[in-house]
């Protein structure tokens, strides 16, 4: 079945870009989803990307998507505070249900 | 329609007390999921509807776990004889087919 793998920890200087990576092991998968969630918050979805498209920018937001090498990957540029949370990547799998990756921290350093 | 809404948001229940947590989904979701997240961990799934009907549940933890949605709307989750283990939070989410899920807040069960 489909297996999502992320780092679980990334540090970054205000300012900064932060780039969070995941890669998937099914390449049929259609659709591959980043969400985030803060301390005691719900899953919040923050883009996706058909598995056609290569790229997907979204104000602050840049997603790309290799598909011969099953990696995603999330770009924030200018990091704030407020982007301090968890960035969970997810992918579909055949039955269109989400398979999740453990999660990444994304920790701000001022 | 402000979401998914799931009840209660917090449960603290004894071992081997029966609980069942409710979801409302987004009105217009004909497909409803529950998941479960531990501590450190990403969402893993339990079950989903599509309409009334059950389409997958083969990945309830065991028999102790049940979910139903009985008019195609709200769904409930049950876990019976609760056991520590059971401790974690229980996530709704809602779509319509081929669409992003939309969760709700989660429901946190510690089990003592």
């Known amino acids: 079945g489909e297996d999502v793998e992320q780092s679980l920890f990334l540090s970054v200087r205000e300012g900064d870009s932060s780039v969070i990576n995941c890669t998937y092991t099914?390449?049929?998968?259609?659709?591959l989803y980043w969400y985030k969630q803060e301390p005691g918050a719900g899953l919040q979805l923050l883009t996706y990307i058909f598995s056609n498209m290569d790229m997907k920018q979204d104000q602050r937001l840049t997603v790309l998507l290799n598909k011969k090498d099953k990696h995603l990957s999330l770009r924030i540029a200018d990091t704030q505070t407020g982007d301090s949370a968890i960035y969970f990547c997810a992918a579909s799998d055949s039955n269109y249900q989400l398979i999740w990756g453990a999660g990444t921290k994304l920790i701000i350093k001022p | 329609d402000t979401g998914v809404s799931q009840d209660p948001r917090h449960k603290i229940t004894k071992r081997g007390q029966n609980v069942t947590f409710r979801c409302d989904p987004i009105?217009?979701?004909?497909?409803l999921y529950w998941y479960r997240q531990t501590l450190g961990q990403g969402p893993e799934f339990l079950t989903y509807?599509?309409?009334?009907?059950?389409?997958?549940k083969s990945r309830l933890l065991s028999d102790r776990f049940s979910a139903e949605r009985p008019k195609g709307s709200f769904s409930t989750l049950e876990i019976q004889r609760t056991e520590q283990g059971d401790s974690a939070m229980y996530l709704c989410a809602s779509s319509s087919a081929h669409t992003e899920a939309f969760f709700g807040q989660g429901t946190r069960l510690t089990v003592v």
């Open positions: 099914d390449s049929s998968s259609t659709y």
């Open positions: 009105s217009e979701h004909n497909r």
């Open positions: 509807f599509q309409n009334e009907a059950q389409l997958e």
